[in-house]
């Protein structure tokens, strides 16, 4: 990616004159407001700064890549979000602040938490640069192109916090230290979410659908604007269906229209070579996304510029998929393990492939994947359990992950990774779209072939239809059969890019996916025989001892309906602002 820098201007002064202008003249060693704002490249430059700050996705978790660049980073970026949920079983103290919200072991703190309460000054520099771009004289048409990158990271900035806490304050011009906003309560959810849609079709209508600078990735444009939109009033819609909430159905259509816009006007189609059994894991595990047809928007990460360190950190860390992200697979036939013929069961690793859908070997280790693979950079036998001897990788679970691997990357140099991930792609608009439809009851056969079903060619697995049959697992959820499908795809194809557990909060399915601890492989006689030395517990499950990666730690999940799903007001914010009350529950 060209990094983006903000360059500060120095502007040369107007020659010394004999009159009352003279007592007014600017120190010539600083850039002030009064003389910066001159010309489309004194705002392009200001903008780059927004680039910059929302590199880091732990302060400005929108733009998501694997973190602002070189360091020890242990939860910033697409992969690490998964930690959060049920898709992966992380202990290590590295990966603790993840973890403590997948298991309901978070607390209120002093202090804001990752990705937490904090990130305002984006907020003060967008809204600063909006009170400002005119002043350079640019013609509408131009200068309305930059409020419209503006405004979309603002938008998408404030939708993440209402996500994550509900009621929040709108802030839409500067604030000086004596501003009375500053004291003032949340604004509610409905005001804050219309300003939010406000800013994100102000971007649609205004950013270019090409810079024409031939940069890749660029400055975003308005076929990102579009996604954003998708993504974000796909769960302002089903947050308020589930949660009782109103006009839900006012943002589902919302989001279908910004994904039926996209999909028509986009020119972007899914990746694709003709080999089900790689092109899946493609853009996960690449350093470039150039020439990748399904990329909407990338970070791109380059060696000793802004390279990374993330490709060995999360790859040691995760703890491994779970037994029931492996269990949501499809057998090829379409039908889930629970009545398929097809299942092969899971006496041993390798059978838990067989007759599966390709997507789950390429997110998961199958041993017999691991020459083709060169994971991970040894001669050992995998999977490797926690305390076996040997090996350069140790999982909880059993269940090593490799969606994201790239063997070549790993072994660089200490913050030299360049794997660079999509930030968004066309299969998530897809999944957006068939999920706001069939959430509206408005879904037809046109619209899963369209969408749902373009991903299931990818890997030549079989079409879904209107009727599917209810997977036994999912049969108290209290939607159609269709629905869980859908949501099934969501899970699979969007492994490891950040959605689950918000997926799970909106759909208000705490309890049922966060409630339950995080199981691994078969742990019978002949497992014990074939991991001498690992170092695990166990719980039988119908019959059947499985590991069980939460069994005597101090972070055995639970899921409290009454304050879960909305995270907690640091008590620094409140006791700075009392008016800011503390959310239900906490």
Same mark, same amino acid.
């Given at each position: 990616?060209?990094?983006?820098?903000?360059?500060?201007?120095?502007?040369?002064?107007?020659?010394?004159?004999?009159?009352?202008?003279?007592?007014?003249?600017?120190?010539?060693?600083?850039?002030?407001?009064?003389?910066?704002? #001159?010309?489309?490249?004194?705002?392009?430059?200001?903008?780059?700064?927004?680039?910059?700050?929302?590199?880091?996705?732990?302060?400005?978790?929108?733009?998501?890549?694997?973190?602002?660049?070189?360091?020890?980073?242990?939860?910033?970026?697409?992969?690490?979000?998964?930690?959060?949920?049920?898709?992966?079983?992380?202990?290590?103290?590295?990966?603790?602040?993840?973890?403590?919200?997948?298991?309901?072991?978070?607390?209120?703190?002093?202090? +804001?938490?990752?990705?937490?309460?904090?990130?305002?000054?984006?907020?003060?520099?967008?809204?600063?640069?909006?009170?400002?771009?005119?002043? =350079?004289?640019?013609? +509408?048409?131009?200068?309305?192109? *930059?409020?419209?990158? =503006?405004?979309?990271?603002?938008?998408?900035?404030?939708?993440?916090?209402?996500?994550?806490?509900?009621?929040?304050?709108?802030?839409?011009?500067?604030?000086?230290?004596?501003?009375?906003?500053? *004291?003032?309560?949340?604004?509610?959810?409905?005001?804050?979410?219309?300003?939010?849609?406000?800013?994100?079709? *102000?971007?649609?209508?205004?950013?270019?659908?090409?810079?024409?600078?031939?940069?890749?990735?660029?400055?975003?444009?308005?076929?990102?604007?579009?996604?954003?939109?998708?993504?974000?009033?796909?769960?302002?819609?089903?947050?308020?269906?589930?949660?009782?909430?109103?006009?839900?159905?006012?943002?589902?259509?919302?989001?279908?229209?910004? #994904?039926?816009?996209?999909?028509?006007?986009?020119?972007?189609?899914?990746? #694709?070579?003709?080999?089900?059994?790689?092109? *899946?894991?493609?853009?996960?595990?690449?350093?470039?996304?150039?020439?990748? +047809?399904?990329?909407?928007?990338?970070?791109?990460?380059?060696?000793?510029?802004?390279?990374?360190?993330?490709?060995?950190?999360?790859?040691?860390?995760?703890?491994?998929?779970?037994?029931?992200?492996?269990?949501?697979?499809?057998?090829?036939?379409?039908?889930?393990?629970?009545?398929?013929?097809?299942?092969?069961?899971?006496?041993?690793?390798?059978?838990?492939?067989?007759?599966?859908?390709?997507?789950?070997?390429?997110?998961?280790?199958?041993?017999?994947?691991?020459?083709?693979?060169?994971?991970?950079?040894?001669?050992?036998?995998?999977?490797?359990?926690?305390?076996?001897?040997?090996?350069?990788?140790?999982?909880? $679970?059993?269940?090593?992950?490799?969606?994201?691997?790239?063997?070549?990357?790993?072994?660089?140099?200490?913050?030299?990774?360049?794997?660079?991930?999509?930030?968004?792609?066309?299969?998530?608009?897809?999944?957006?779209? =068939?999920?706001?439809?069939?959430?509206?009851?408005?879904?037809?056969?046109?619209?899963?072939?369209?969408?749902?079903?373009?991903?299931?060619?990818?890997?030549?697995?079989?079409?879904?239809?209107?009727?599917?049959?209810?997977?036994?697992?999912?049969?108290?959820?209290?939607?159609?059969?269709?629905?869980?499908?859908?949501?099934?795809?969501?899970?699979?194809?969007?492994?490891?890019?950040?959605?689950?557990?918000?997926?799970?909060?909106?759909?208000?399915?705490?309890?049922?996916?966060?409630?339950?601890?995080?199981?691994?492989?078969?742990?019978?006689?002949?497992?014990?025989?074939?991991?001498?030395?690992?170092?695990?517990?166990?719980?039988?499950?119908?019959?059947?001892?499985?590991?069980?990666?939460?069994?005597? $730690?101090?972070?055995?999940?639970?899921?409290?309906?009454?304050?879960?799903?909305?995270?907690?007001?640091?008590?620094?914010?409140?006791?700075?602002?009392?008016?800011?009350?503390?959310?239900?529950?906490?």
């Amino acid at each position: 990616m060209k990094a983006y820098k903000f360059i500060l201007i120095f502007i040369l002064f107007l020659s010394w004159s004999c009159n009352d202008d003279f007592l007014e003249r600017y120190p010539l060693d600083e850039v002030s407001n009064e003389t910066y704002w #001159s010309s489309e490249n004194d705002i392009r430059n200001y903008n780059n700064g927004l680039y910059d700050k929302v590199k880091n996705d732990d302060i400005y978790p929108i733009m998501m890549g694997l973190g602002r660049g070189p360091g020890v980073i242990f939860y910033e970026g697409l992969w690490w979000q998964d930690e959060m949920s049920d898709n992966l079983a992380a202990t290590h103290p590295r990966a603790v602040e993840m973890y403590k919200v997948r298991t309901g072991n978070f607390f209120v703190e002093n202090n +804001p938490r990752i990705m937490g309460y904090k990130g305002w000054d984006l907020i003060r520099s967008i809204n600063f640069g909006l009170a400002n771009y005119d002043r =350079a004289g640019l013609e +509408p048409d131009n200068v309305n192109r *930059y409020k419209g990158e =503006a405004r979309l990271m603002r938008g998408w900035f404030m939708s993440d916090k209402v996500s994550r806490f509900g009621d929040v304050q709108w802030i839409g011009e500067v604030l000086n230290i004596d501003s009375p906003e500053l *004291y003032a309560p949340r604004d509610s959810r409905d005001f804050v979410m219309e300003k939010v849609l406000e800013d994100l079709d *102000y971007a649609i209508e205004w950013l270019p659908a090409d810079w024409g600078n031939g940069e890749n990735p660029g400055r975003v444009d308005k076929m990102v604007a579009l996604a954003v939109k998708s993504r974000i009033c796909l769960f302002e819609g089903t947050w308020r269906k589930y949660h009782g909430l109103q006009n839900a159905s006012f943002w589902l259509e919302e989001s279908v229209k910004a #994904s039926t816009q996209l999909m028509n006007e986009g020119g972007f189609s899914l990746y #694709s070579t003709g080999n089900p059994l790689t092109d *899946y894991r493609y853009a996960s595990s690449s350093t470039t996304q150039e020439g990748n +047809p399904e990329v909407i928007y990338w970070r791109k990460y380059e060696s000793l510029i802004n390279s990374h360190f993330a490709s060995r950190l999360f790859w040691n860390y995760n703890g491994g998929a779970t037994k029931n992200f492996v269990e949501d697979f499809l057998c090829t036939d379409g039908l889930p393990i629970s009545i398929s013929d097809n299942y092969a069961g899971d006496a041993q690793i390798e059978d838990v492939f067989v007759n599966r859908d390709p997507r789950l070997r390429q997110c998961v280790l199958n041993p017999e994947d691991k020459v083709m693979l060169n994971y991970p950079n040894d001669n050992f036998d995998y999977p490797r359990l926690v305390g076996q001897s040997g090996g350069r990788n140790k999982s909880n $679970t059993g269940y090593h992950v490799v969606k994201h691997w790239n063997a070549e990357d790993e072994q660089r140099p200490r913050d030299q990774h360049i794997v660079s991930p999509p930030c968004l792609r066309l299969g998530e608009i897809f999944l957006n779209y =068939a999920e706001a439809k069939a959430e509206l009851g408005t879904i037809d056969q046109n619209d899963l072939d369209i969408s749902i079903n373009l991903l299931r060619d990818r890997v030549a697995m079989p079409h879904l239809t209107m009727n599917p049959p209810m997977d036994p697992r999912y049969a108290d959820v209290g939607v159609s059969s269709l629905i869980i499908e859908i949501r099934r795809e969501r899970r699979v194809e969007l492994f490891l890019e950040g959605h689950r557990y918000h997926d799970v909060r909106r759909w208000k399915q705490g309890p049922k996916e966060f409630g339950d601890s995080d199981y691994g492989i078969r742990w019978d006689e002949a497992a014990q025989a074939r991991y001498p030395g690992a170092r695990v517990e166990s719980t039988v499950i119908d019959g059947i001892p499985y590991i069980d990666v939460r069994k005597g $730690t101090d972070f055995v999940p639970s899921f409290d309906e009454s304050k879960h799903y909305l995270w907690p007001i640091p008590t620094s914010v409140i006791s700075q602002n009392p008016s800011v009350t503390q959310n239900p529950g906490w």
